[in-house]
């Protein structure tokens, strides 16, 4: 499902000049600024390559579900590849739209921690895309505007306890996202790298709450060998430094 691309258009007609005959239209993605289009482009150029093995072998992890479609990074991969994955969220007002609208993945609800605890208090935000376990991360979202709903207590895991049970053993991980606003270098810090690879990480530097946290992000990934290959106005993404390697020697 094609529609007409509204940028193009609309400079058009800005600018006071025809229209292509041609028309042109907008590439589908549902990432929030197309980080899903870029992370698929990359994997479909590296198995075109052989880099990589059949999609059937490997999963995406989505850890902050919210929502079935809207700023989601793993639903393109499930369209294009028929690949299937975990979406874990918090907010349990959303699971019934999640499990509707992605019947094939498992839907978890859980909240993800770096902390072995049982329960933690997530604040929900009048706008669910802002829930976060950091009350203050939602005081200071464009000066307050939007505000604490409510709060729940909801159990909680830690990452690689959410790999071992729910990861199966003949599968990798093609893609972990992480969107959980505000613990995003916290949970990544908790992943044990040495025996979790994803293929891709992306994740989501919350500036206005902890400023420089894209660069942390940025030196703590280097550090478990992954290489920063696209910054979007939103999110960051890594590719295992491993594959870039082996694409510059030209091995499979």
Same mark, same amino acid.
């Given at each position: 499902?094609?529609?007409?691309?509204?940028? #193009?258009?609309?400079?058009?007609?800005?600018?006071?000049?025809?229209?292509?005959?041609?028309?042109?239209?907008?590439?589908?993605?549902?990432?929030?600024?197309?980080? $899903?289009?870029?992370?698929?482009?990359?994997?479909?150029?590296?198995?075109? +390559?052989?880099?990589?093995? =059949?999609?059937?072998?490997?999963?995406? !992890?989505?850890?902050?579900?919210?929502?079935?479609?809207?700023?989601?990074?793993?639903?393109?991969?499930?369209?294009?590849?028929?690949?299937?994955?975990?979406?874990?969220?918090?907010?349990?007002?959303?699971?019934? =739209?999640?499990?509707?609208? /992605?019947?094939?993945? +498992?839907?978890?609800?859980?909240?993800?921690?770096?902390?072995?605890?049982?329960? #933690?208090?997530?604040?929900?935000?009048?706008?669910?895309?802002?829930?976060?376990?950091?009350?203050?991360?939602?005081?200071?979202?464009?000066?307050?505007? !939007?505000?604490?709903?409510?709060?729940?207590? #909801?159990?909680?895991?830690?990452?690689? /306890?959410?790999?071992?049970?729910?990861?199966?053993?003949?599968?990798?991980?093609?893609?972990?996202?992480?969107? #959980?606003?505000?613990?995003?270098?916290?949970?990544?810090? $908790?992943? =044990?790298?040495? /025996?979790?690879?994803?293929?891709?990480?992306?994740?989501?530097?919350?500036?206005?709450?902890?400023?420089?946290?894209?660069? /942390?992000?940025?030196?703590?990934?280097? +550090? +478990?060998?992954?290489?920063?290959?696209?910054?979007?106005?939103?999110?960051?993404?890594?590719? =295992?430094?491993?594959?870039?390697?082996?694409?510059?020697?030209?091995?499979?």
């Amino acid at each position: 499902m094609l529609f007409p691309n509204p940028f #193009v258009y609309q400079r058009t007609l800005e600018a006071d000049i025809k229209s292509a005959t041609i028309p042109s239209m907008l590439e589908q993605h549902y990432g929030q600024c197309g980080e $899903d289009l870029i992370i698929f482009s990359i994997a479909r150029a590296l198995q075109t +390559q052989g880099q990589i093995g =059949d999609w059937a072998g490997y999963m995406y !992890v989505e850890i902050g579900g919210n929502h079935a479609f809207a700023g989601n990074n793993t639903y393109l991969l499930h369209i294009h590849t028929g690949m299937t994955g975990i979406l874990v969220e918090a907010n349990p007002a959303l699971l019934p =739209d999640l499990q509707k609208g /992605r019947p094939a993945d +498992q839907i978890i609800h859980a909240a993800i921690t770096n902390e072995d605890v049982a329960t #933690v208090e997530l604040f929900v935000s009048n706008h669910h895309e802002l829930s976060s376990l950091h009350k203050e991360f939602i005081e200071i979202w464009h000066g307050g505007q !939007v505000g604490i709903k409510n709060s729940v207590q #909801v159990a909680a895991m830690r990452p690689n /306890r959410l790999f071992e049970n729910h990861i199966p053993a003949d599968k990798k991980i093609l893609l972990l996202s992480i969107d #959980v606003e505000g613990k995003d270098l916290d949970i990544a810090k $908790d992943i =044990d790298f040495a /025996r979790w690879r994803p293929l891709f990480v992306q994740l989501e530097p919350s500036e206005h709450f902890a400023s420089g946290e894209g660069e /942390r992000m940025t030196a703590f990934m280097q +550090q +478990q060998g992954y290489v920063l290959i696209a910054r979007t106005n939103v999110n960051l993404i890594y590719i =295992d430094q491993a594959m870039l390697t082996k694409l510059a020697s030209g091995n499979r």
